[in-house]
């Protein structure tokens, strides 16, 4: 690891800034930004970095997604800026920077304001788009405090969408041999991916409208199985205009919050639909790096004898968050506890537990939903709440996290992803998270005191930024609450709270603080292992050693998922639908631009093994 990170605090406040604003300044925001953005397009033509640092604050930070850098970079500061530019700016050929009649003034906060505008610009490659937000300073300049420029297109290559669809009509019995052909690849495609959950389809879908050759290989019998396979009770937590997909976005006919299987049978079709190349019932049982790069993979099917070889110049592993293998601790005297031990991946239905007593170790998304599906049922369920959790109630929260883009009637799902990945995350870590945080449980209190009454342990998240780093560093921890809250308040869900199982007898369970409980079953909701692990297994020791953490973020606020590897060709997918709606364009794109030879030079981050600084 990195060395750990405290962040600091960024919010550029008027105080901070040591001004005020212009009583007009809202019905002025667009001669602002239009003043700004010309100096700004006559300093950057001229490719004078003095120029254009001074049209910036001193720790302004600019963050650049694969347009400048061809890597997930954010640069903090005059110097860092200054060094990002002076490396940059001439052998990416900036140029034909053009005004988009997009300004908003925002206040997010009483003491914060800004103006936020848009540019497009291309590269010698590349159609990309800028995002800037301007602060007042003490001179009464405006200056930029964020900047974003994202990759949007290739030039030579756009995506085989609308205009550019396919035109010739094509009769059925052809196409269905067309299909049959595509899907038994008699030659190598270019790029294989483990996987046919939501990363592996969206990316493969991005990857075939780029005319790049994808095998996508799922080890179950249907796309889809893994949500099928979850607990009855599952529904999606963030709302549906949160979670649309690439190219078929869910009909206004859809449910707010998705049902599990629902979701199931949406990814099967959206794979028909799109006619994605699925190995269903297939495993990949290995993967060697050649000395030239490409990698032979092994992929055994099911209904084949014989093992096929793939030369592949892109292997993508998306097999979802951690290694697959449940996450049990080991407690003395398991063997002598008359009960059952399971894990949450293994819980179906509430069914299964009547007249029982049952324990749920975890405070997470999932330890909720399968204590309230039990409660629901009248099961005596307890949850073990070893340490403090956010919670949260979307409903009422979503205005905090996501809700002025993603709402009925929002803006177009790409501008609202564009605005929202220009924020860097050292702005949010730096204070907008902790005041979103507060907000929500200022807004919850009445929920959140009565949680606290029967002695369930509420918390802002880690370093009280709410979900953020809660999500980012540890992969969970947090609670979106559809139901449980209620049946807790209401004590038909127990709360034991501050502690951990010390050993198990035989009717149940010793705790660390000395107490003991009678039960007839433990549920562990304590997710999977290092998701490095499935890298060993599949490429070896050699490979996975190579490879980063897949949680947490670097020093520069950036994630270590959706970037080019140190090792050549080798890719990490997941998360939730919107991180991978935004990003596995740009995985793509970064693919096909491989494949076209238009990356000459990268200016990238460290991406090794010890890149993650833990916040602390």
């Known amino acids: 690891m990195a060395p750990p990170t405290t962040p600091s605090f960024r919010i550029p406040t008027l105080e901070r800034l040591g001004a005020s604003l212009p009583a007009n300044i809202e019905s002025n925001a667009a001669q602002v930004a239009k003043e700004w953005f010309q100096q700004f397009t006559s300093v950057i033509s001229k490719g004078d970095v003095d120029g254009i640092l001074s049209l910036f604050c001193e720790d302004a930070l600019w963050r650049d997604a694969n347009a400048l850098t061809w890597d997930l970079r954010t640069f903090e500061g005059s110097a860092k800026i200054r060094t990002f530019l002076e490396a940059r700016l001439k052998v990416t050929g900036v140029h034909a920077l053009k005004w988009k009649e997009f300004v908003r003034y925002q206040k997010p906060f009483p003491d914060t304001a800004w103006v936020l505008g848009l540019f497009n610009f291309d590269t010698e490659v590349a159609l990309c788009t800028g995002v800037f937000r301007l602060v007042p300073t003490s001179t009464g300049q405006w200056k930029a405090y964020t900047m974003f420029t994202n990759l949007d297109d290739l030039k030579s290559f756009p995506e085989q969408i609308g ?66 396979k979850r607990y009855d009770s599952l529904c999606l937590h963030f709302p549906v205009w949160f979670d649309h997909m690439p190219y078929i976005p ?14 199931a049978e949406w990814l099967e079709s959206y794979a028909k639909l799109l006619e994605l190349n699925v190995w269903t019932s297939s ?48 407690i003395p005297n398991q063997n002598v506890f008359s009960g059952s031990v399971i894990h949450s991946s293994q819980y179906k239905r509430a069914a299964s ?43 009422k929260g979503w205005k905090y996290l996501g809700g002025s883009l993603y709402h009925e009637g929002g803006p177009p799902i790409e501008m609202a992803d564009l605005l929202t990945h220009s924020m860097p995350h050292l702005l949010l870590e730096g204070g907008m998270a902790q005041r979103g945080a507060k907000a929500i449980m200022a807004d919850q209190k009445e929920m959140i005191d009565s949680l606290n009454s029967v002695g369930y342990k509420t918390s802002l998240g880690l370093k009280d930024a709410g979900i953020l780093l809660t999500l980012k560093q540890n992969g969970g921890g947090h609670y979106f609450d559809v139901g449980a809250t209620k049946l807790i308040i209401e004590k038909k869900i127990k709360i034991k709270s501050g502690t951990q199982i010390k050993t198990y007898d035989e009717h149940g369970v010793e705790f660390e603080d000395g107490t003991r409980l009678d039960i007839d079953a433990v549920i562990y909701a304590t997710g999977c292992g290092d998701m490095r692990n499935f890298i060993r297994l599949l490429c070896g020791d050699v490979i996975a050693d190579q490879c980063p953490p897949m949680t947490g973020v670097n020093e520069e606020g950036e994630m270590s998922w959706f970037r080019a590897f140190p090792i050549k060709g080798l890719w990490y997918m997941h998360g939730n639908l919107s991180l991978n709606r935004f990003y596995t364009k740009h995985v793509a794109m970064y693919i096909k631009a491989e494949e076209e030879s238009l990356i000459k030079t990268r200016y990238a981050a460290d991406i090794g093994p010890d890149c993650i600084s833990l916040r602390v």
């Not at 869910?250 to 979701?263: D, I, V």
């Not at 975890?362 to 949850?383: E, P, Q, R, Y």
């Open 163 to 228: 205009p550019r669809r396919r035109q010739d009509g094509v009769p059925g019995a052809i196409w269905l041999e067309q299909r049959r052909h595509e899907m038994e690849f008699e030659t190598s495609p270019t790029v294989l991916i483990v996987g046919g959950g939501q990363s592996g389809l969206m990316l493969a879908a991005r990857l075939k409208y780029l005319d790049i050759s994808t095998l996508v290989v799922e080890k179950d019998p249907c796309i889809g199985d893994s949500w099928r």
């Open 250 to 263: 869910f009909p206004s006919t859809w449910p707010k919050y998705t049902p599990g299987p629902k979701m």
């Open 283 to 330: 495993t990949v049982l290995g993967a060697t790096q050649e000395p030239n790069g490409k990698w032979t993979v092994q992929v055994q099917r099911l209904d084949s004898q014989t093992k096929r070889i793939f030369r592949v110049n892109h292997f993508v592993i998306a097999t979802g968050q951690g290694d697959g293998i449940p996450r049990i601790p080991e």
């Open 353 to 395: 537990y009547k007249n029982k007593k049952v324990l749920v170790v975890g405070a997470g998304n999932s330890a909720h939903d399968i204590a309230s599906d039990l409660a629901k049922d009248g099961i005596d369920v307890t949850l073990l709440q070893r340490s403090s959790t956010f919670v949260m109630n979307l409903d």
